[in-house]
């Protein structure tokens, strides 16, 4: 195999392993840099290195990812607030992640999920349980033997099982509740506001100490409600032109937030069919850059 060809293997690959290294880091900007530090590595490989490209540039990307996790832990030790994946635009998404199982394993709720494993345990059983690895293919990626790979499947399966939203939502059913919480909100209804919410709901704020936001969770309907009425009245007290609107992210329907026409937050959401259960509210500007790029290129 030549050198071109490698490199064109890599392209092939590409929206493949971006999906591999995005749901293993959980940002987009780590999962790229972790894919261009793959491209450079591969320039300087000898080709008769790479027998079976699809298997050596997945080995390759794992590997950098389980690397990269080093430094992520460290800064997400030193994060400010609640840490939160980074919406990932639908735009960036593969066709193949249109497929209503694999769309779910990107979801900010079950990235969310993913974050109670180790790097490890998450590359084992996001290559097993969502893009269809054998066992002995995944041994040789991660430098395991077969039997520790399903034993630390097991363990994965087990963990995500306990922290997983109990219930699945049809993609109508969320895309209605969404709706009808972005109305709410508009209008300033208390009572359908509390409607739609779950007694329990909680309300996760990522500002990473760059925009302003709730440095803890904040639980309970109660709660939730004042904090989502009493920005609205602030924003009107203030005159701030506050726009919310529907989108697609991490293959759920979402609410942008707007405020002067630009990019504010992105609000993900955990449905059970009946009542919103949680709320992931982006606001870190580096967090929402790859949304705010496509809303720009969208022109909205």
Known sequence: MSSASVEQSFIDERPRLFQIAYRMMGTVVDAEDALQDVFVRLRTTQPNEVAAPKAYLTRAVVRRCLDGWKSARRRREQYVGPWLPEPLDASLESSANRQQEVAESVSLAFLVVLESLNPVERAVFLLHEVFQYSYDEIATIVDKEPAACRQLAHR?????????????????????????????????????????????????????????????????????????????????????????????????????????????????????????????????PEKRASIAAAQDLKGV
């Open 156 to 284: 994965a399966r087990e963990k995500v099982r306990e922290n997983r939203p109990r219930f699945t939502a049809s993609p109508e059913a969320h895309q209605q509740l969404v709706g009808r919480f972005m109305q709410a909100c508009r209008s300033g209804e208390l009572a359908e506001l509390q409607a739609i919410l779950a007694d329990d709901v909680t309300l996760y704020s990522d500002g990473g100490g760059l925009t302003p936001a709730a440095r803890v969770p904040l639980e309970g309907i109660d709660r939730v409600t004042r904090f989502v009425l009493g920005l609205r009245a602030k924003a009107q007290r203030y005159g701030v032109a506050v726009s919310l609107e529907t989108c697609e992210v991490n293959g759920k329907t979402a609410i942008r937030q707007l405020v002067d026409g630009r990019l504010y937050a992105v609000i993900s959401f955990e449905v059970d069919g009946e009542r919103i259960r949680r709320m992931y509210s982006v606001l870190n």
